[in-house]
């Protein structure tokens, strides 16, 4: 191993204070189907994890859970200290500005420009980035997936893996402490 990646190594071992993800035991049934079947996970900072399975082994579901936009029937899932679960809707609204997702299909606004997707999650969550440019995050974030170019396009104008590429640039724009991606294979990235 290379002084780098030993550098890396300790950084992530000294990091592991406590868990931005703790999954534990979690079950989740459509009927017969169970899909999580007592499913445990810990995902700590700088750790990258790829969660691999066939469809419909409960890649997508569990990412669901882990923002609650689905619930599960038992364990337990912590977000950065959180018990999910135990969250009040405005708690959990907040929680999930700290985790980014970017769903499988873009989920872009047809009806709005790639600088106007971009703004959305920033105007709707004006107190969190309070002080920040919002024309300036824009163009970070495009500058970051090298679509600078496309601000003022619809998504009809784009490519397909240029509307993934928006979509990521509007998960980021957040800045979160993690991220999930749903996809197939579906990913976790902090």
């Known amino acids: 191993m290379d002084h780098q990646k030993k550098n ?12 931005l993800i703790e999954i534990s ?10 899909v ?3 499913f445990n ?6 750790e990258n994890v790829v969660i691999l399975g066939k469809s419909g ?12 936009l689905m ?7 912590k977000v ?27 989920a872009l606004y047809d009806s709005m420009t790639v600088r106007e997707n971009l703004a959305f999650p920033l105007r ?23 679509l600078e170019h496309a601000i003022d396009l619809m998504p009809s104008e784009l490519s397909g893996g240029m509307k993934r590429r928006v979509a990521l640039a509007r998960t980021l724009i957040l800045r979160p402490k993690s991220f999930c991606m749903m996809n197939q294979p579906a990913v976790l990235i902090p």
Do not use: P, W
Request: hydrophobic residues 35%.
């Open 124 to 146: 709707r969550h004006a107190k969190r980035m309070k002080g920040l440019n919002e024309q300036t995050l824009i163009i970070e974030a495009l500058r970051s997936v090298d």
């Open 41 to 46: 996970l810990e995902l700590f900072e700088l």
């Open 71 to 77: 619930d599960y029937d038992t364990g337990n899932i």
């Open 25 to 34: 035991d979690v079950k989740k049934s459509f009927g017969d189907n169970h």
């Open 80 to 106: 950065l200290g959180k018990e999910i679960k135990d969250l009040e809707r405005k708690d959990l609204d907040l929680l999930r500005t700290d985790v980014g997702f970017l769903f499988q299909g873009s």
């Open 8 to 19: 890396i190594t300790a950084e992530i071992i000294n990091n592991r204070k406590q868990a």
């Open 57 to 68: 082994s409960g890649k997508s579901v569990l990412l669901k859970c882990i923002v609650r």
């Open 36 to 38: 999580l079947n007592g």
